[in-house]
C-alpha cells in the first residue's frame, strides 16, 4: 500500500523568526517542484525559493531541503522548508498543502515511518521523544545516550545471547547422533546463567532512569503553621502557595518543577499534619500522608521558635530518606541534630538565611538518586515488564528437566526482550509508544 504523504509544523507553534515544516512521503518532491515553481535543489543542500499557493499568489521567500529516500529521517522523500514564522505565513502554507491533498500528521507519525522504515528501533525512537521533552541537563544527557543507540546495542546483545544459548541447547536434541562438543548443553545454561543475573541486576537499579524521565519527588511536610508553604515559595522564587498564619489554609498539594543542578525534582507543598477539623482539611491531610509515602525525598519542616517541642508527627517521618529543617532560625539561636542518620539543615524562608545550605543538600541527593553509573539505564515501565518476562521465562528454562522445554523457554526470553527494541510484531504496542509525541516528530 503507497503511503500518503504527510506534512506538519515541527518547530514550535505560534509566531517566530522562522518556522520549519517537514513533508514525507511519495508526492513530497512533486508538491515542492509544484508551490516552488522550479527544479528540486541539489539532496541535503539549503535551497532559496518562493513559495506560492496552487492559484499563483505568493506565500512566502525561504529555504527548502530535500532528503531523497531512503536518506532522509523517515526513510521517505522529505522536503523541509524553512519560512517565516507569523501566522498568516503558516496558515497560507497550511492551507496550499491541504489543496494539494496532503494529510496532516499525527502525533510522532514521522518517527513511526522512521521506526517502520528501518531507521530507527524502538528505544531510539523513545529517546527522540525523551529529547524533545528533557527540561534538565540530566535528562538531556540521558536521552541523548540512549538515542545513540546505548540501551538498544545492550538489549540486542542479550537477545544474541539467548539465541545462541537455545540453538546450542536445540543442538543436543536435533543432533543426538552427531560428534558434537561435550557437555554443549550445559556450557548454555551456565552461560544462560550468568546472563541471568546481569538482566537481574539492570532491574535493581532503583527506578533510576523513569526517575530521571519523570523527575525526584520532594515532599515538604510538618504541622501546620511551621512554614511550609513559606519554605516553597522561597525555594521556587515565586509565590506558588498561598500564606497564611490561619492552620489548615494549604489544603491540597502544590507542586513545583526545579532544575536542581541539571537534575529535574518536582517540589511539593501539602496539608499539614493534624487531627483535621473539617472534612475537606481531612482530604488534605490524607493526601499529604500519600504523598509523603510515594516520595522520593522528605523535607520534614519543624519550627525552631516553638523549641523545645517537637511535633510527634513530623517526627515519625524522619529516617533515611528525610531532610529535617528547622524553619523561623531568626527566632532561635541554635536547633538540635535530630539523628545521626537524618540531615538537620536550620533555615528562615523570611529571610533566606541557610537556604542555600538546604539548595546544596537537595541538589546532592539528586545527584546521588539520579546520576547514573555509566551503563545504559531503564527509561520505561515498558521496558522493565519485559525484562522481568525475560527473566522469568529464562529462570524457568534454567530449571527446566526436558531440554525441550529450556530451550522454548529461552525463546520466550528472547522474545520478550525483542519487544523492547521491536525486533519482534509489536503493532499492537505501536499506537501507546508513539501516540506521546509532539506533532510534526
Not at 481531612?282 to 525552631?304: N, P
Amino acid at each position: 500500500m503507497i503511503q500518503p504523504t504527510i506534512f506538519a509544523l515541527a518547530s514550535g507553534a505560534g509566531r517566530a523568526g522562522v518556522a520549519v515544516y517537514r513533508l514525507s512521503g511519495p508526492r513530497a518532491a512533486a508538491v515542492l517542484s509544484q508551490i516552488s515553481g522550479q527544479a528540486l535543489p541539489p539532496p541535503r543542500r539549503a535551497q532559496r525559493v518562493r513559495l506560492t499557493e496552487p492559484g499563483g499568489e505568493v506565500i512566502d521567500d525561504g529555504l527548502a531541503l530535500w532528503f531523497p529516500a531512503p536518506h532522509s529521517f523517515t526513510g521517505e522523500d522529505v522536503v523541509e522548508l524553512q519560512i517565516h514564522g507569523g501566522r498568516a505565513v503558516a496558515q497560507a502554507l497550511t492551507e496550499a498543502l491541504l489543496a494539494l491533498a496532503l494529510r496532516p500528521a499525527e502525533p510522532g507519525e514521522f518517527s513511526r515511518r522512521a521506526f517502520e522504515n528501518g531507521k530507527l528501533d524502538l528505544t531510539r525512537a523513545e529517546a527522540i521523544a525523551d529529547l524533545v521533552d528533557a527540561e534538565t541537563a540530566a535528562q538531556r544527557r540521558q536521552a541523548l545516550r540512549q538515542m545513540d543507540g546505548a540501551l538498544f546495542r545492550l538489549y540486542e546483545d542479550w537477545r544474541d545471547r539467548l539465541l545462541r544459548g537455545q540453538a546450542h541447547i536445540e543442538a543436543e536434541i536435533d543432533f543426538a547422533e552427531e560428534d558434537l562438543p561435550a557437555g554443549l548443553s550445559d556450557t548454555a545454561r551456565a552461560a544462560l546463567a550468568g546472563l541471568a543475573a546481569e538482566m537481574g541486576a539492570h532491574l535493581r537499579d532503583g527506578h533510576q532512569g523513569e526517575r530521571l524521565r519523570d523527575g525526584l519527588s520532594v515532599a515538604i511536610l510538618g504541622a501546620p503553621n511551621v512554614g511550609k508553604s513559606s519554605l516553597l515559595n522561597r525555594i521556587a522564587g515565586r509565590d506558588a502557595a498561598i500564606v497564611s498564619a490561619t492552620a489548615g489554609t494549604t489544603r491540597d498539594v502544590i507542586e513545583v518543577h526545579l532544575d536542581l543542578g541539571g537534575y529535574p525534582v518536582i517540589l511539593a507543598d501539602t496539608a499539614g499534619l493534624r487531627e483535621a477539623a473539617e472534612a475537606v482539611e481531612e482530604e488534605g491531610i490524607r493526601r499529604a500522608r500519600a504523598r509523603a509515602e510515594a516520595a522520593d525525598l522528605r523535607l520534614v519542616v519543624f519550627d525552631a521558635g516553638a523549641l523545645p517541642e517537637l511535633d510527634p508527627l513530623a517526627l515519625a517521618l524522619l529516617d533515611g530518606q528525610a531532610i529535617a529543617v528547622f524553619n523561623k532560625t531568626d527566632q532561635a539561636a541554635a536547633w538540635p541534630q535530630l539523628d545521626q542518620a537524618v540531615a538537620t539543615i536550620g533555615v528562615s524562608a523570611r529571610s533566606g538565611q541557610g537556604l542555600d545550605a538546604l539548595m546544596a543538600e537537595l541538589t546532592q541527593r539528586a545527584a546521588q538518586a539520579l546520576e547514573g553509573s555509566g551503563t545504559p539505564a531503564l527509561t520505561r515501565a515498558r521496558h522493565r515488564v519485559a525484562i522481568e518476562d525475560a527473566v522469568g521465562a529464562l529462570q524457568r528454562g534454567l530449571n527446566a528437566g526436558l531440554p525441550e522445554l529450556a530451550a522454548e523457554d529461552v525463546r520466550v526470553a528472547a522474545r520478550a526482550l525483542g519487544r523492547i527494541t521491536g525486533r519482534v510484531d509489536v503493532e499492537d504496542m505501536l499506537d501507546i509508544i508513539f501516540r506521546d509525541f509532539c506533532i510534526g516528530k
